[in-house]
């Protein structure tokens, strides 16, 4: 069949690698692409397409996605005279059809596709959020499938398929179920890593392992994304709101020192410490220490049998601070188990009623300082317009008339006059008065741009055809502003008409929802972006950021600045706000964490690679690279108070301001990678062959020794000649037999030898499993120790994304607190005398099968030592993982490990 699509422009470097090794990436039929925004993922699809040539249907999460797809084919890939073989209505499919999630979901229920994208005004979560179709119709959905065979459409392509509802699902699985379409492609710039395992495995499942990525610091290293930095900068609530969240707290807490004094629920707690199974204490330790931790804190004796099982103290046992207390409430009025519930029906239901009318339960949910009102009142507090409007001053006086910034909030708030709530309006009748800006709003239900550039206006609008479609009227609420009106049909029309205006300056800030700017809508000329969204999802706020950091090819040097919003509530004044509380104990009570909605941040951040803020620069993903050592040292010690805060927003201010510092750190940051990696794994495994080769020939040699002295010694005449003979033949012996342990004893001499010893061993178990299918003489390994606190960083180069994320997720199974695996072992010291406490989990997909098990163990014993492996599963396996859980305890209170994305 003669090739219909054919591409009329040039491919990139890191295209051009996806498409050479395409035929290798079809073999599974499901080619999963990553690609960070600006990588060209949607030309790098359509030439996928292209070379395989059957009819495709192509599925993408929105009308306005639909469009650029049909776009980019006409554009790059068809003459004019082909532009019929593209459809865009899944009831009448083409050669190439492009259509929605949300339309295959309507013809499936037999519902009409809406004709617009929707834009709410409350923010939903993707995977929660309600659909307008509930149910799929087995008739319809079965017709529909039918007129794709008979269009013989034999490939799918799924754009941003993480974008996907729980009804789009179903319907995704149950075409791919009846279609059996014998290509997949998926597509997309931000992968789900941030969902359960269930979500993670049904998204494999659809799209296949990941087989490409490519990613940010790769495509600002080609020039394809421009120079970027995240900034955050911190706002105190208002008056309003603090005396709100203080007066949650402090009810919260009342209720919570009424419970120092109940005897009932004390006897409870004590009884049930004395007469629960060890078995059940050790599945779930941290629940029964924050029960004693209770116990202690209302001063009465911790059961004797329960700190000897811990090999604990009275003294040993934990304040009794908000997460114990969450971790005691939950399992008293939820979580208990049935012997407790069956002892104390009667006091669970009154704990839970009381806790009920204190508000400290939503959804089955202990809320003490995260309850969701105070969650509201922190993620649309109006200190963040106060943040808004200094990061605007900061901007306008950096870039002038060169600033084109955009600022996404939530929340239209339209009916909001008085600026009492966070949202677009808000936003723009904060910033409406201000001179030095020309002030836009963009959303699908309201558009406005000042009256000054009306004239313009009205040009763009002449150039664009629109003059029957479009009217403005002067905003009722400030007459230097105009509202403008659209026909539905033209609404994106205009949305492109307003962005072009924006591009070309005649716009400088727009103001918007991240439900119509956050994806599929483009403006590379934004330099400078404020996240006033409180969405944390990786995948949302991954792409809302992408808006920004695209080049711009009418200003080369661009570098964008994006900010980050967030509040904070510090109670600093803790004794006086205890007081009048009853049982007039409260020291051992902590004052709650500083409330700032950093878990949020915490979250996006993970998503982010971009240069730390201090040299030597690294490209990483994580909080931590953007806060000044000051900041950490004074979270990890004293505690942060608003000083802290305000200081912080200086060095964010400082640091936005140098343009040309954050262009340098990315250069820096991407010099040419670190490649002693690769070195030292190849030395350490010819050189482990090395090894083995002189024991060989040491141990023959020592073998010849031997016997030659055996038959040489009786001839030798002299006592004196006899014992050089003998001592040389024992020493000759001691240096072979020693071989082996100095050898290990070299390679595991400090925690990261240890560890990149057991990456190794993780690594070659993986291999004999076939599910490391690269060779493991390319693998590369670099384990190095962060001298300022002592953090150990191992990283695996070479390998694909699934191998990598399997790798680590190995890692960790290993080196975290035991859960409940299949396998357990025991290290032994040195020389394999002595068997330590130290025990470690077997990873899960290792311990599957036991023959996996003992290649795991034999490659521990040969890089590591001697271990003892243990089945979990047996009556004496059991246990040992009690056990190995107890002598684990100190695990609790100590950090787990984490995952670092780092370019290299």
């Known amino acids: 069949m003669q090739q219909i699509l054919k591409f009329n422009g040039n491919w990139r ?3 051009k690698r996806i498409l050479d090794n395409l035929s290798l990436h079809l073999s599974d039929n499901k080619i999963h692409v990553v690609a960070a925004p600006g990588a060209g993922k949607t030309t790098l699809g359509i030439e996928v397409i292209s070379r395989i040539n059957k009819p495709t249907l192509i599925l993408v999460p929105t009308i306005t996605i639909r469009a650029q797809w049909k776009q980019r084919i006409l554009s790059s890939f068809l003459e004019q005279n082909n532009a019929d073989i593209i459809s865009t209505d899944i009831k009448k499919p083409g050669f190439i059809t492009v259509s929605t999630y949300q339309a295959l979901l309507a013809a499936f229920c037999g519902k009409e596709e809406p004709l617009e994208d929707e834009e709410t005004e409350e923010l939903q979560e993707e995977e929660n959020a309600p659909d307008t179709f509930y149910r799929l119709n087995k008739e319809k959905a079965n017709e529909t499938i039918q007129t794709l065979k008979n ?20 319907a995704l699985m149950y075409l791919m179920d009846n279609l059996k379409p014998k290509q997949t492609i998926s597509l997309t710039a931000t992968p789900p890593y941030d969902v359960d395992l269930t979500q993670w495995e049904r998204y494999g499942t659809l799209c296949g392992s990941i087989d490409e990525v490519i990613s940010i610091p790769e495509l600002v290293q080609n020039g394809d994304l421009c120079p970027h930095q995240d900034f955050i900068h911190f706002s105190t609530l208002r008056k309003h709101e603090s005396e709100q969240i203080e007066k949650i707290l402090h009810r919260n807490l009342m209720f919570v020192q009424t419970l120092k004094g109940q005897e009932p629920l004390i006897r409870a707690i004590t009884n049930y410490l004395t007469t629960e199974k060890e078995e059940t204490i050790l599945d779930n330790p941290k629940t029964y220490i924050a029960l004693a931790a209770f116990l202690k804190w209302a001063n009465r004796l911790i059961p004797k049998n329960f700190l000897d099982l811990f090999d604990f103290k009275q003294s040993d046992i934990p304040n009794f601070r908000d997460e114990f207390q969450k971790l005691f409430l939950s399992f008293v009025l939820f979580k208990h188990t049935p012997s407790f519930a069956e002892a104390n029906k009667e006091l669970i239901e009154d704990l839970l009623n009381k806790a009920k009318a204190s508000g400290l339960v939503s959804k089955q949910t202990i809320c003490l300082n995260d309850s969701p009102k105070i969650r509201r009142e922190i993620a649309n507090s109006l200190g963040k317009l106060d943040s808004i409007k200094k990061i605007v001053d900061l901007e306008t006086k950096a870039l002038g008339k060169n600033l084109r910034l955009v600022i996404l909030a939530d929340y239209i708030k339209y009916d909001v006059t008085d600026c009492s709530a966070l949202g677009v309006i808000p936003i723009w009748q904060t910033l409406a008065e201000r001179n030095d800006i020309s002030l836009g709003v963009l959303t699908g239900s309201v558009i406005l741009i000042p009256a000054l550039i009306l004239d313009k206006f009205k040009e763009y609008v002449q150039q664009s055809n629109l003059e029957k479609d479009i009217s403005t009227i002067v905003f009722s609420r400030n007459q230097n502003y105009l509202k403008i009106n659209v026909t539905g049909s033209k609404k994106s029309a205009l949305v492109r008409l307003i962005t072009q205006m924006f591009n070309d300056g005649h716009l400088t800030v727009l103001v918007g929802t991240q439900a119509l700017l956050g994806e599929g809508w483009d403006a590379p000329s934004i330099n400078s972006l404020i996240l006033s969204s409180t969405v944390s999802s990786y995948m949302l706020s991954n792409q809302m950021r992408g808006r920004a950091i695209r080049i711009d090819k009418s200003n080369p040097g661009k570098v964008a600045n994006i900010w980050h919003l967030a509040s904070i509530k510090i109670l600093s004044n803790w004794e006086q706000f205890t007081q009048g509380m009853p049982n007039a104990s409260t020291a051992e009570l902590e004052p709650p964490a500083q409330l700032f909605d950093c878990a949020q941040l915490v979250q996006r951040f993970k998503g982010y690679e971009a240069p730390t803020i201090k040299e030597p620069y690294t490209i990483e993903n994580g909080l931590d690279r953007i806060l000044p050592e000051t900041f950490k040292f004074a979270m990890a010690t004293r505690g942060l108070n608003e000083k802290d805060f305000l200081e912080l927003n200086s060095t964010m201010e400082k640091l936005a301001q140098n343009r040309a510092l954050t262009k340098e750190s990315w250069e820096k940051g991407l010099l040419p990678p670190y490649t002693g990696a690769e070195q030292m794994l190849r030395k350490g495994v010819n050189t482990l062959r090395k090894i083995k080769t002189f024991t060989y020939k040491a141990g023959y040699s020592a073998f010849a020794a031997f016997w030659a002295n055996v038959f040489l010694l009786p001839l030798v005449f002299t006592v004196k000649a006899r014992l050089y003979g003998l001592s040389f033949l024992l020493i000759g012996c001691f240096i072979v037999a020693m071989i082996k342990p100095t050898y290990k004893f070299l390679h595991c001499s400090s925690p990261e030898k240890v560890i990149r010893q057991i990456a190794i061993i993780i690594i070659e178990t993986l291999s004999s499993m076939n599910l490391i299918k690269t060779s493991l003489q390319r693998i590369n390994i670099k384990c190095d120790k962060c001298m300022a606190d002592g953090s150990i960083f191992i990283s ?16 960790q199974e290993v080196l975290d607190p035991i859960e409940n695996p299949r396998y357990i072992f025991a ?3 040195f020389l394999g005398i002595f068997e330590t406490t130290d025990w470690h989990a077997i990873p899960n997909i290792i311990g599957q099968k036991k023959n996996n098990v003992d290649i795991f163990a034999g490659l521990w014993d040969r890089y590591i030592g001697g271990c003892k492996v243990v089945y979990t599963r047996s009556k004496e396996g059991r246990k040992a993982l ?8 100190s695990s609790l209170v100590a950090e787990k490990s984490k995952r670092l994305s780092r370019y290299e």
Do not use: T
């Open 151 to 170: 269009a013989k459409i034999d490939i799918l392509c799924f754009d941003e398929a993480h974008h996907l509802r729980q009804e789009w699902w179903k």
């Open 827 to 829: 290290r032994k010291g």
């Open 13 to 15: 470097n890191y295209q």
């Open 882 to 889: 009690l056990k190995a859980r107890k002598e684990a305890f």
């Open 796 to 811: 695996v180069a070479n390998v694909s994304p699934e191998e990598n994320n399997l790798i680590i997720r190995c890692l």
